[in-house]
């Protein structure tokens, strides 16, 4: 048989051969045999076709997306040789789908790669949540960057909720967050290029089943800065809206302004939130009433004022709403805590901070108020290795509840650190089918800017 028909005949089996057993490994296309696109993929949105043995995308001006494979998959590895032609600009990228649905309703996830995959967020995964919007759930940075004409392995595996992306055999990224469709097809996705996709290929992984965990215990529901999605953060309006909401605490952050009053702010300077400008730690309380830190979220909220500690504290007591302070320069605890005291409130509040001095200030100077570290950064290793960083972090600030970045927690690390009776709390949370995981994951507080996300209607209690 001459070898040309051999060839041709191996790809046609592969193309009709359907993907069944478990680790079954199927060479989903070499896009050698047809200049048409392969039976079963369905354009989305974008110019494909093949040619030259590759796929083919013309997406210079918008987003293309084809899809491909089962709907009913559900833990598997796709890969794919991806490449640059020409690219807008180097923010642009190339990515695989997976758990997508045939037409590309959302939601569906991706891990696309940039042309400069050197920047901080030059692989990510991301979740298309609405045709208009996405949730980037993770970053990470590659060692090298794309380069025109020069491709690139890609490869994705997805188990259960867990995401894992190498760039040529590198492993460069992984989420916990695939938790908005358990199940679906793959795909393949470029935006402001021209490339090429060659030797696509998916293996079936074993599946592990359908059960959900349910939620492990009680989890409560923080506002950041306020009901911050709505109303101007750090304002009594948006407390007052979070109270509404009903919310089991309310997060707001102080500094310490020019003539020594605690005030809320989450900038060092008031540009942002305000219609004034300058530092907080320069500007007297007179000064800060003279600002309107409302309209810049809502004309509504013209003339909305920057409020005191003790404003914010009034307005909470007696509510249900816990205030949650995080203390956002060293130096203010003793200040910070007179304010509660005046108000008879140590029994009522809680205090957070990024900074380990501030948490021993903080548990030193009154004991009895509830006190958690906060803490964002990746940590590498086991979930062992990470709950044992973060534990003795913990002991050197004296707190028993840690407020970690959501991005960084998984449900083996969480386990960990409840089995040292540490307290978890998370940040920042702003949809439903994270919180959800995070629920079953058994953290005891989830911080949001919509802290009506976190409702028993919303999240399924």
């Known amino acids: 048989m001459p070898l040309r028909l051999f060839i041709l005949l191996n790809v046609l089996i592969t193309l009709v051969t359907p993907l069944t057993g478990q680790n079954a490994t199927h060479r989903i296309e070499s896009f050698d045999a047809s200049d048409g696109l392969p039976p079963g993929w369905s354009v989305v949105a974008g110019d494909w076709k093949t040619s030259e043995g590759k796929l083919q995308v013309r997406s210079m001006d918008s987003d293309s997306y084809i899809t491909f494979g089962d709907p009913s998959w559900k833990n598997y590895q796709v890969e794919a040789e991806v490449t640059f032609i020409k690219v807008r600009e180097p923010s642009r990228w190339i990515s695989l789908l997976v758990r ?101 290929s998916v293996r079936l992984l074993p599946d592990d089943g359908d059960a959900v965990a349910t939620p492990s215990g009680a989890c409560e529901t923080v506002a950041h800065r306020g009901f911050s999605a709505i109303a101007p953060e750090n304002t009594l309006a948006a407390i007052d809206e979070a109270i509404r909401a009903g919310a ?29 400008t300058g530092r907080i730690t320069e500007l007297s309380l007179e000064q800060l009433r003279q600002l309107d830190a409302g309209s810049w979220k809502d004309k509504r909220f013209a003339g909305e004022p920057v409020p005191t500690l003790k404003q914010a504290l009034e307005r909470l007591r007696g509510t249900g709403c816990q205030p949650v302070i995080e203390v956002k320069m060293e130096g203010i605890s003793r200040q910070v805590i007179d304010d509660v005291r005046a108000l008879d409130m ?64 998984s449900p083996e690390l969480v386990a960990e650190l409840k089995t040292r009776r540490l307290g978890v709390w998370t940040w920042t949370v702003n949809e439903a089918a994270v919180m959800q995981a995070l629920r079953r994951w058994g953290v005891d507080s989830i911080t949001t800017d919509r802290p009506n996300l976190m409702t028993a209607e919303s999240v399924g209690q």
């Open 100 to 200: 997508a649905d045939e037409d590309g309703t959302t939601p569906w996830s991706q891990v696309p790669v940039r042309f400069d995959a050197t920047r901080k967020n030059g692989v990510e995964f991301a979740v298309r949540t609405a045709p208009d919007q996405w949730s980037v759930r993770q970053v990470a940075a590659a060692d090298a960057p794309c380069r025109l004409n020069q491709p690139r392995r890609l490869r994705v595996t997805v188990r259960e909720t867990f995401v894992e992306a190498y760039l040529d055999d590198q492993k460069v990224l992984e989420s916990h967050y695939c938790v908005d469709r358990r199940r679906g097809c793959v795909g393949l996705g470029a935006s402001g290029c021209i490339a090429s996709f060659d030797n696509v």
């Open 248 to 276: 089991d605490g309310c997060e707001f952050d102080v500094y310490q302004c020019g003539d020594g009053t605690v005030v809320l702010m989450h900038d060092k300077t008031v540009d942002r939130t305000t219609d004034g």
């Open 346 to 409: 140590v029994d009522q509040v809680a205090v957070i901070a990024f900074s380990k001095t501030v948490v021993q200030e903080i548990r030193e100077l009154e004991p009895k108020l509830t006190c958690a570290w906060l803490y964002g950064e990746t940590i590498p290793g086991t979930p062992e290795q990470q709950a044992d960083f973060l534990q003795s972090q913990a002991r050197e600030c004296n707190a028993r509840i840690l407020d970690l970045s959501y991005k960084i927690l």
